[in-house]
């Protein structure tokens, strides 16, 4: 018989070491969600986690222990707080954990490989015009759409075109080259959507209109009718359209290998273009006899002004992360020296139809004639600086939706609306008069871009 004490002694034993292999059984048979895993890894493992904390692995089937409480207060099932044991769950993300592949295809891949897709709501600078059709009240013909006369207004041109919002696209993938994940390489491509503009006219809505410009052989303001009651009826119209894009390839040196922070020196190469369109177009028809053509006459002219810009060139920068719990920070400054190879085409047509003849058609048009017309070539040193800092939130431990701002500078832009010229000699207009005036002239103007707005993204890595 056991005396009474030592039974409630022996009870009380019994009571306790039940408890205790329940308490210590419970984190290896609880059943978590793959992103509630308690890690549990050897003590190297835990030294790479991202708040480097230190636990003791059990042998195989009694369980993991629980790691001390973090000075940070983080949680067990915090992302901040995952080793390699919570991406080769069973059953983990991609199916990249233990029973679906080998455990050195899962070694090989975890954490080093990522592939980030971003929305971009971007706006972007323009390209400035000059006045290109221009309307006046209370002017006869002769004084009708001239800049300086009172009662002129411009109702095209004069201001930038193709400015404001612009979705876009950007793509990346990236991997770590070594298993210490201190040098990486990454690829990206950045596609701002090619938006086009219209705008057009008539005398039936505007009754006078014109084409203003400065007439070099009279040394005076003049402009070209195209519109006006009893002498003439005419339509104008126009097409501006803009498209940039960027491709890049960047190496990664990790010179921070504290957990939780990152901080790399990147390098590579940038290939950026960006293409611009305007074309102006008007009509012409002849009713009057107060004209160089007859009753019923059509002229049509056309202009046209293209610029291609391809930037080439290295880059060097830096970035930075920082990641606490589910909630990360990141922010990256590089700068692109290089050369802009700039592509200038100017042309231009007139297309005459006179009653009872064959139409006919000449080169030059209004404001593209044989002093400016061709494909003209430039190469421009040019810097291309960009900002950009980013907010992201673990979904998973694989995946990251991300929030950020972004902003792209280029020099020695040329753009198609400063190609322009308005001091024209009126000699030129098809048919030439003559074939030696200069006026207008190609001279390669150039100016600033940027284009700057929200991203919106996902961030898997594997």
Not at 224 to 239: K, M, Y
Not at 427 to 449: C, G, K, M, N, V
């Amino acid at each position: 018989m056991i005396p009474d004490a030592n039974r409630s002694i022996l009870r009380t034993v019994a009571m306790l070491g039940i408890f205790g292999l329940g308490f210590g059984a419970s984190p290896a048979t609880a059943q978590f969600a793959p992103w509630q895993q308690p890690p549990g890894s050897d003590q190297a493992d835990r030294a790479d986690s991202p708040i480097g904390h230190e636990t003791n692995r059990l042998p195989e089937g009694e369980g993991i222990s629980n790691p001390p409480a973090s000075s940070l207060d983080i949680p067990e099932n915090s992302p901040a707080y995952w080793t390699r044991e919570d991406y080769e769950q069973d059953g983990g993300p991609l199916g990249l954990g233990r029973g679906y592949l080998p455990d050195s295809a899962c070694n090989l891949v975890h954490d080093r490989i990522w592939v980030r897709s971003e929305f971009l709501a971007w706006w972007t600078k323009g390209f400035a015009t000059p006045p290109l059709l221009t309307t006046s009240s209370g002017t006869n013909s002769s004084q009708a759409g001239i800049l300086d006369v009172p009662g002129t207004s411009v109702l095209f041109g004069g201001k930038d075109l193709q400015g404001g919002f612009h979705p876009g696209v950007r793509i990346a993938l990236g991997a770590w080259l070594n298993a210490r994940q201190t040098l990486g390489f990454e690829a990206s491509y950045l596609q701002i959507s090619r938006q086009t503009g219209f705008f057009n006219t008539s005398g039936n809505s505007t009754p006078v209109l014109a084409r203003p410009f400065f007439n070099s052989e009279t040394g005076q303001s003049d402009s070209q009718i195209v519109s006006f009651p009893g002498q003439q009826s005419g339509t104008f119209s126009a097409e501006s359209s803009t498209g940039l894009q960027v491709a890049e390839g960047l190496f990664r040196k990790n010179l921070n290998l504290q957990p939780g922070f990152a901080f790399d020196l990147v390098a590579g190469y940038r290939y950026q273009l960006l293409e611009d369109h305007l074309a102006a177009n008007d009509t012409l028809t002849f009713s009057g006899t107060n004209s160089s053509f007859p009753a019923g006459s059509i002229v049509q002219q056309s202009d046209r002004f293209d610029t291609r810009n391809v930037f080439q060139g290295g880059v060097v920068g830096m970035s930075t992360a920082l990641h606490r719990q589910w909630w990360s920070i990141d922010a990256l400054l590089k700068i692109g020296v290089g050369q802009t190879h700039s592509r200038v085409t100017i042309d231009g047509a007139t297309v005459t139809t006179i009653p009872g003849q064959a139409a006919t058609q000449l080169p030059g048009g209004f404001l593209a004639l044989p002093g400016n017309m061709g494909v003209h070539d430039s190469n421009q040193f040019s810097v291309v600086p960009e900002l950009g800092l980013n907010l992201g939130f673990d979904l998973s431990p694989q995946l990251r939706a991300t929030i950020g701002y972004d902003l792209v500078y280029w020099t020695a832009v040329a753009r198609p609306g400063d190609q322009i010229d308005l001091n024209i000699d009126p000699r030129q207009f098809p048919p030439p008069a003559i074939t030696s005036a200069t006026r207008p002239e190609f001279i390669l103007h150039t100016s600033d871009y940027w284009a700057q707005g929200l991203n919106l993204g996902l961030d898997l890595r594997f």
